[in-house]
């Protein structure tokens, strides 16, 4: 069985940076893309930046050009660095991974997430 485990999360200033991190584990085939995804109190989860095996992102509009994503194939961990944080970025952060034999036939897997609260 496949488990994905978050860190990083934290109280930060506005304009302060956290790095989060997400590492599956477990019974792997292959690992396709890889997302962060963020749920702030009373809000719909929403996707906050997405990476394919390639390396090649995608980022929301609210977070394009503060947050970059990253991830090491070799350690089946993602990474999403979070600079100039504001406190409209407070929210649990949630790491996705498609897991399976072939894109197709990938299942979603998901994290327990991780708190990331902005405030001075």
């Known amino acids: 069985q496949v488990q994905l485990v978050e860190s990083g999360g934290g109280l930060v200033q506005p304009g302060g940076s956290l790095r989060l991190s997400c590492t599956a584990s477990?019974?792997?085939?292959?690992?396709?893309?890889m997302g962060w995804y963020r749920q702030a109190s009373g809000k719909q989860r929403e996707l906050v930046a997405t990476s394919t095996r390639g390396g090649d992102s995608k980022y929301d509009d609210s977070v394009k050009g503060r947050f970059t994503i990253s991830r090491d194939n070799a350690k089946n961990t993602v990474y999403l660095q979070m600079n100039s944080l504001k406190p409209e970025d407070t929210a649990v952060y949630y790491c996705?991974?498609?897991?399976?034999?072939?894109?197709?036939?990938?299942?979603?897997?998901w994290g327990q997430g991780t708190q990331v609260t902005v405030s001075s």
């Open positions: 477990g019974t792997i085939l292959n690992i396709f893309a």
């Open positions: 996705k991974a498609q897991i399976g034999v072939s894109p197709t036939l990938a299942k979603d897997y």
